[in-house]
């Protein structure tokens, strides 16, 4: 019992910011007594609530905002933007932990070290330096103490989640099965060097893309002999967040507004072949991971957070968007119900109705007009209506995807996403169709068909040979078919059993007319005797079997 007699003291804590707040379900989870239904406090309090709680409950927070599929728009992006106000750790502790995981003194590795953080977030901080070499380096070091910190809470949030696991909306949208996620990606963030396989693994994406200049779109180096689980060393980018770049205006204005299309552009397709052809994407393209560099390039940074998307998941998404162009609710449903996870009851009727109210509105408009970030949170919308659950992957597509429309708008304003993509399409069909290696995969299929134009005609022999010869079997597999003989052979059992009652009775009663002598009297008798107790067995038997009615 998750009740406040037994809390420690940062359970105590957490009662006290939610009591302040004033949300009651959490408060009758809290001290004991549970609701049948969540009720969530609104948008704003949610925020307050998790910012007081501190960094863990921030970074519940901004896993929360990847899901729209479990939370209202508004609460999504209430909690987009949500930042830990954290101070940052004292330089005397922090140059302890950088000592501690280097081989070498700081001395002999930088030739000097900014002792202000930059930038201070909820797992790391962020110090410029220099190497001995001359080379200009960015360091995240971890927060001293905060994986204990991480710890205790993640425990706290499992013991939430049992609790809300037991209402209706708990067993619907699988919340051990959520706290269980957070806890495996606030645990990977706390290990620096998966972050750094992450940069390095999109740096070798996309570098060299044929859909894009990939001259112009940057992703920090990782130095990997200064980098362990708590110290992130990486090439160091001048620039500003690209919602504050100023294009330098040395040619006409109309030239600025092609730079910002072309960097636009280059956004949108970085981002696709990230989606539907890598299946492994940057996750979180909000507008502070995204610089503008003096040199006029475009960076990513932070690329702790990734999604994964499988083919049959990049196929599905793709033929998604074709019938959204569509407007074919039913089909929405089919490829819905194709992405969702197995064992689910779902009225396919209702969902196409849904569907078709969803997309009635898109009827009038043109493609230009149609902003996809809000069509495809209208699918999760649906889909929440409808209780059925899609893997967490598809919380993350979505969000990335608004996030990127959402910067590329502030950025460029008459910017469309299908424009900037519409080239790519055929691209993208022809890899799902033909593989990465499409004269491989035709000449797998020419082989496949050679050998079946070779066997087919013998095939066609032996078949017509064995219906000629009238020895032609089929092997029919009816499931519960042996239950469906016994059930007909019970059946005529008691009919049987019927029939002979009836004979017994009509003899007993034609020989008890036909003649008064004692003999028989005693055979007609003994005949209804015998029949009775046939009548009786069997009634007995149909009672006990169940199967009155």
């Known amino acids: 019992m998750f009740a406040l007699t037994k809390n420690t003291s940062r359970q105590r804590e957490i009662a006290e910011v939610v009591f302040r707040n004033g949300w009651d379900y959490a408060r009758g989870l809290l001290t004991g007594n549970k609701s049948d239904e969540p009720r969530l406090p609104s948008p704003e309090v949610l925020r307050n609530i998790l910012i007081e709680l501190g960094p863990v409950y921030v970074k519940l927070g901004q896993l929360l905002s990847t899901r729209p599929d479990l939370l209202p ?16 750790v004292p330089w005397a502790q922090v140059e302890v932990l950088i000592r501690s995981e280097l081989s070498q003194p700081l001395e002999a590795i930088f030739s000097d070290l900014d002792r202000n953080a930059i930038a201070a977030g909820s797992i790391g901080q962020v110090y410029s330096a220099i190497l001995t070499s001359g080379q200009k380096v960015a360091l995240k070091v971890q927060r001293p103490g905060i994986d204990v910190v991480i710890a ?12 809300v696991s037991l209402t209706e909306f708990g067993k619907n949208f699988d919340m051990v099965g959520l706290a269980e996620e957070f806890s495996s990606a606030i645990t990977a963030e706390l290990d620096f060097t998966t972050e750094a396989e992450y940069t390095e693994q999109l740096r070798h994406n996309l570098t060299g893309s044929k859909w894009f200049d990939s001259q112009q779109l940057v992703i920090p180096q ?21 919602l504050e770049a100023k294009i330098p205006k040395t040619r006409l204005g109309q030239a600025e507004a092609t730079q910002r299309l072309e960097l636009t552009t280059i956004l949108f397709r970085a981002f696709f072949q ?10 979180d393209p909000h507008p502070g991971n995204i610089f503008y560099l003096q040199d ?21 998404l793709t033929e998604m968007l074709l019938a959204i162009v569509d407007l074919d ?37 043109s493609i230009s007009q149609i902003n996809f970030s809000e069509v495809i949170y209208e699918v999760l919308q649906v889909s929440r209506n409808n209780k059925i659950r899609l893997p967490s992957n598809m919380g993350l597509y979505a969000k990335t995807l608004a996030n990127l429309e959402g910067v590329a708008r502030s950025f460029y304003p008459q910017v469309n996403l299908l424009d900037q993509i519409r080239p790519l399409m055929a691209d993208v069909f022809r890899r799902q ?19 079946l134009s070779l066997r087919s005609p013998r095939l066609v022999e032996l078949l017509l040979d064995r219906i000629t010869s009238e020895t032609l079997k089929w092997n029919v597999n009816i499931p519960r ?50 029949a009775s107790l046939l009548g009786l067995w069997l009634i007995l038997s149909i009672l006990r079997s169940g199967k009155l009615k």
């Open 222 to 242: 990782v130095y990997n002999h200064l980098t362990t689980t708590k110290l992130l060393t990486m090439e160091w980018l001048e620039g500003v967040p690209i």
């Open 296 to 316: 006029g390039r475009i960076a990513l940074l932070d690329c702790g957070m990734v999604g994964r998307l499988d083919p049959r998941t990049q196929q599905i």
């Open 329 to 365: 609710g039913r089909r929405c449903s089919q490829l819905t119900l194709e992405l969702a996870e197995g064992g689910q009851q779902v009225d396919l009727n209702r969902l196409t109705n849904d569907y078709d109210s969803m997309l009635r509105k898109y009827y009038n408009r």
């Open 433 to 451: 169709l033909l593989g990465e290696r499409p004269t491989e995969t035709l000449l797998r299929i020419g082989l496949d068909f050679k050998s």
């Open 73 to 88: 728009g508004r609460y999504v992006e209430t909690l987009t933007d949500l930042q830990a106000n954290v101070p940052p």
């Open 481 to 530: 078919l042996d239950r469906l003989a016994i059930s007909i052979e019970d059946s005529a059992n008691r009919l049987s059993f019927s029939v002979l009652v009836g004979s017994l009775i009509m003899g007993a009663a034609i020989i008890s007319t036909g003649s008064a002598t004692t003999q028989v009297s005693v055979l007609s008798n003994v005949l209804f005797a015998v």
């Open 274 to 283: 990230q989606v539907y052809i890598d299946g492994f994407f940057h996750a």
């Open 152 to 163: 205790q809470d993640i425990a706290l949030i499992k013991s939430l989640a049992e609790l």
